[in-house]
C-alpha cells in the first residue's frame, strides 16, 4: 500500500513539473500570467513559431510584441525586445512597450485638428500635445485574438465614435505572421464610418544584445532618408523638412548611436537624445528596407522595412530604471531603439504632408516588416 501511495505522488509530481513545462513559453513566459479580464474582456498570450526556432510571443492587450527569440552569430537564442512578465505588470506600469499604437500614433500638436471644416480636440497627454491616440489608446484596449496557425495572428479592434475625441466607428484589423526567413510581417487594416484621421504603428523596444542591462551606444544605426522634421523643446515637429547632410541626424551611411549623443545640437538637446521622424527616401516601397539596426556584440542585424513615408526612431531616453521587465531585469537608460514607421507627426495639421484622412468607403491598408538575420 505504501508503496503504491508513493508511486501515485510521484505521478502526481511528474504531471504537475510537465505541466509547467508546457505552459512556458521558449522564451520563458507562463501563458497563464496573461489570461485574465480587463475592463470586461478577455486577455491572453498566443506564441508564433516558425521553422528556424525563431518565437514570438503577442498578448491582445494593446496588441502588444511581449518577447522575440531570435538566434545570435552564434547560435544562442536572445530575446530582443522588452515587455512585461505578465498583464498585471502591464497594467501596473503604462507604457507602449511593443504596442500597437492608434489612433493616430506620435503627436498632434495641442491636440487639435479640423477635418472637413469641424474642429476636434484630443486629449493634452503629452507637453500639451496627444501622444499616441491619448491616455486611453489602442495600447491599453483589448484586442479580440485569432490565431488561425502557428505563423499568424490576427488582432481586431472597434474603435468607437468619440473615442478619446476621435470622430468615426473606426474597425480595425492588425494580422502579424512570422514567416521563415525569421521576419515579422505587421499588416494594419481599417475602415470608418465617417470621415477620421488614422495612423498606426507597433512600439516594440529592441534590444539586440537580448540583455537590457546594456545600452544601445554600440548599436549601429542606418536610416535611409536624407531629410527629418526637426522638433521643438516639446517635442512637436516644427513643419520644417530639414536636410540630415552635416548633421548627426545623417545615418545614411551606418553609424554607433552613442557616437552622436553628446554632440552640441540643439535637435539632440530638444529630443533629449533621438526622438524624431526621418522621411524616407524608399518611396513607400515595401520591398527596400529604410533602417537597419545592428548590434556588434551579438551579430543580429534587424531591418526595417514599410510602405509609409516616415520612420520615428526613438532612442529609450526617457527609460530611467524605474522599470523592472522581464525576468527581473531593470530597464535602464537607453536600454533599446524604438522604430515606428508611420505618417509624419501632426500630419493632421500638416496639409502639405502625406494624409493621414480616412474617409467612408475607403481602405486604410499600410504595412511594416521587422526582418531578423545575423552578421556572423
Not at 47 to 59: D, H, I, Y
Not at 97 to 122: K, M, S
Not at 339 to 367: C, F, M, V
Request: charged fraction near 25%.
Amino acid at each position: 500500500m505504501k508503496i503504491l501511495v508513493l508511486w501515485m505522488c510521484v505521478v502526481l509530481l511528474v504531471a504537475c513539473t510537465t505541466g509547467q513545462k508546457e505552459d512556458l513559453t521558449a522564451s520563458g513566459l507562463k501563458r497563464s500570467h496573461f489570461q485574465t479580464e480587463v475592463s470586461g474582456k478577455k486577455t491572453d498570450l498566443f506564441v508564433l513559431k516558425n521553422k528556424n526556432g525563431m518565437e514570438v510571443c503577442v498578448t491582445n492587450f494593446g496588441g502588444r510584441i511581449v518577447s522575440v527569440l531570435v538566434p545570435d552569430k552564434e547560435g544562442m537564442m536572445r530575446d530582443v525586445v522588452l515587455g512585461f512578465d505578465s498583464i498585471q505588470d502591464y497594467l501596473r506600469f503604462p507604457s507602449d512597450l511593443g504596442a500597437t499604437i492608434g489612433r493616430y500614433a506620435n503627436r498632434i500638436n495641442q491636440g487639435r485638428f479640423v477635418l472637413d471644416g469641424t474642429e476636434y480636440q484630443l486629449p493634452q497627454n503629452n507637453y500639451g500635445h496627444c501622444l499616441h491616440g491619448g491616455p486611453r489608446g489602442f495600447q491599453y484596449r483589448v484586442f479580440d485574438g485569432l490565431q488561425k496557425n502557428d505563423r499568424e495572428l490576427q488582432l481586431t479592434y472597434l474603435a468607437k465614435d468619440g473615442e478619446e475625441g476621435f470622430p468615426g466607428n473606426l474597425n480595425c484589423k492588425v494580422t502579424m505572421t512570422l514567416t521563415d526567413d525569421n521576419a515579422i510581417h505587421i499588416q494594419y487594416e481599417a475602415d470608418t464610418d465617417k470621415p477620421t484621421i488614422i495612423n498606426m504603428t507597433n512600439h516594440s523596444y529592441f534590444n539586440l544584445d537580448g540583455d537590457p542591462s546594456k545600452n544601445n551606444s554600440d548599436y549601429l544605426l542606418t536610416v535611409d532618408a536624407d531629410y527629418y522634421t526637426p522638433v521643438d523643446s516639446t517635442f512637436m515637429t516644427t513643419g520644417e523638412l530639414a536636410a540630415v547632410d552635416g548633421t548627426p541626424m545623417d545615418f545614411r551611411t551606418p553609424a554607433a548611436i552613442g557616437s552622436r549623443m553628446n554632440l552640441d545640437f540643439e535637435q539632440l538637446r530638444n529630443g533629449h537624445g533621438f526622438d524624431h521622424n526621418w522621411v524616407l527616401n524608399t518611396e513607400e516601397d515595401i520591398t527596400r528596407s529604410c533602417a537597419i539596426l545592428e548590434s556588434p556584440a551579438t551579430g543580429i542585424i534587424l531591418d526595417v522595412y514599410t510602405n509609409e513615408p516616415g520612420i520615428q526612431v526613438y532612442s529609450g531616453n526617457f527609460l530611467d530604471g524605474t522599470l523592472t521587465g522581464k525576468k527581473g531585469i531593470v530597464y535602464n537608460f537607453r536600454a533599446a531603439v524604438c522604430l515606428e514607421t508611420d505618417k509624419y507627426p501632426d500630419t493632421p495639421n500638416k496639409s502639405d504632408w502625406p494624409s493621414a484622412i480616412l474617409r467612408p468607403g475607403e481602405k486604410y491598408n499600410t504595412q511594416c516588416i521587422y526582418k531578423f538575420s545575423v552578421r556572423k
